[in-house]
């Protein structure tokens, strides 16, 4: 060759030798450095390559997911370890295995609609994979087409989790919502009732003067009317034969006094009581607390339910002796009275009105049960009568206080209080409070 280059330049053959050498000397040279050059990129290259390889195995591994990766005819091309575990074979035993077949045979139907859409549109289905344990568990799917650098569709990819998984956060999050929204609830409630029992408050203390007022005007005007009374006893038959007596009356008037005193200062009384369920509804006060025997109170707060109602009704105690209670005595008092009273209100309407008031010694606490043979709660109202102001009650017959006090009343002294229906008829309300004394065995059942 580099004879037919040296003649081809008219030069002689060693002259032209000398010149052409180093030419080429340079230019192999020049191809070596691109070589070596080459070679380096292409290493940091296939590091880089092998790097972010093995980021991406690892981020797959670590993937609780099940991920499938199958081809255009649904055979297996790679796999994740929580579908190896999920299936129980490694990932050479499953590749280039039909993914159809590790599926449910009714749901294998589902697979004509995996990677039929477009890139980036996504398939959700629900399938049934066969797992180690022989047991056919139902997954949550995200299937999506899979295409070469051409836009070719090449297969699918298959992503899952169970549905159990799906159905627990889901329920979580619902129950969290509620909470939420019960919370919500409550604080508006609870701003309410506070904005209630400042006005309540204002209501109660403005009340108190007239009712002062009252009391003492009834009391002196009773003092006036026994005097009046006796003056005319005193004057003779006398006066009593008068035109004017007749005129005006004095004989009707005279009669019907005690009655009107006895009537004001029944509303007086009445009054005065809802005004103390107003003061308490606004605020608490602490109270003394003392030892109570609960079964002496029952008794003598259902003497004064029965003497306030005027009407006569059976009443069963059932009470286990020697059950004290740590309590405020006057606060317990007025529950008692409460619960016993609404269990004369709800018996009122059948022929035989029966209460049974039961005591008992649970171990740490006692149990007070009030039951009558009334008609009992209506649908959804014993959820609601421990609300202030509610009474199921005729307008004038209740306040809707009476229970709202004593479910406070129980509260502030760490028990409980709660109503239903009776299984015979009637309603149940049952109170639990923390107590101090020992089960005495017994409990005879006795009638008033």
């Not at 159990?164 to 329920?171: D, F, K, Q, S, T």
């Not at 408050?201 to 009317?225: M, Q």
Request: hydrophobic content about 40%.
């Amino acid at each position: 060759m580099l004879e037919l280059l040296s003649g081809s330049l008219g030069l002689p053959d060693d002259a032209q030798t000398e010149n052409i050498w180093p030419e080429v000397v340079r230019k192999v040279d020049e191809v070596y450095s691109d070589l070596i050059r080459y070679e380096a990129d292409l290493e940091s290259k296939n590091a880089e390559l092998e790097e972010a390889q093995q980021f991406i195995s690892s981020v797959i591994a670590c993937v609780s997911d099940i991920l499938v990766v199958s081809d255009e005819k649904g055979l297996i091309v790679q796999v994740n370890p929580a579908f190896q575990r999920l299936i129980g074979l490694d990932e050479d035993s499953l590749r280039g295995a039909s993914l159809a077949d590790y599926i449910l045979a009714e749901d294998r139907s589902v697979l004509r609609r995996i990677a039929h859409g477009g890139e980036g549109n996504v398939t959700e289905c629900e399938l049934r994979f066969l797992c180690v344990d022989g047991v056919a568990r139902l997954m949550a799917v995200n299937c999506s087409a899979r295409f070469d650098h051409a836009g070719r569709r090449v297969g699918a990819v298959l992503t899952g989790r169970p549905i159990g998984e799906l159905r627990r956060a889901y329920e979580a999050l619902h129950n969290a919502h509620i909470e939420l929204q019960q919370a919500q609830r409550t604080l508006i409630e609870q701003e309410k009732m506070a904005s209630i029992g400042r006005l309540v408050a204002g209501v109660a203390h403005e009340l108190n003067n007239p009712i002062s007022f009252i009391y003492g005007n009834v009391h002196a005007l009773e003092k006036y009317r026994r005097s009046l009374s006796d003056y005319f006893a005193q004057t003779g038959e006398k006066t009593r034969q008068s035109e004017a007596w007749r005129a005006h009356r004095i004989d009707a008037i005279l009669a019907d006094l005690p009655s009107l005193t006895e009537g004001m200062m029944e509303g007086a009384v009445r009054i005065s009581e809802i005004v103390r369920n107003l003061r308490r509804l606004s605020f608490s006060r602490p109270a003394e607390i003392q030892r109570i025997d609960l079964e002496r109170m029952a008794r003598t707060a259902a003497n004064w339910a029965s003497r306030s109602k005027h009407r006569r009704a059976d009443i069963l105690f059932d009470c286990e002796p020697g059950v004290v209670a740590e309590a405020h005595e006057g606060q317990m008092h007025q529950v008692l009275v409460n619960l016993i009273v609404n269990a004369f209100d709800a018996a009122e309407s059948v022929a035989e009105p029966r209460i049974r008031v039961a005591i008992r010694n649970l171990g740490g606490e006692a149990e007070i049960v009030v039951e009558d043979n009334g008609h009992g709660f209506a649908e959804g109202v014993a959820d609601k009568i421990f609300e202030p102001f509610f009474t199921t009650k005729s307008v004038g017959e209740g306040t809707g206080l009476g229970l709202w006090v004593s479910y406070s009343i129980i509260k502030e002294h760490g028990g409980s209080i709660v109503a239903a229906n009776r299984a015979g008829g009637g309603a149940v309300l049952t109170v639990r409070l923390p107590i101090d004394g020992a089960r005495t065995p017994g409990g005879a059942q006795e009638r008033i």
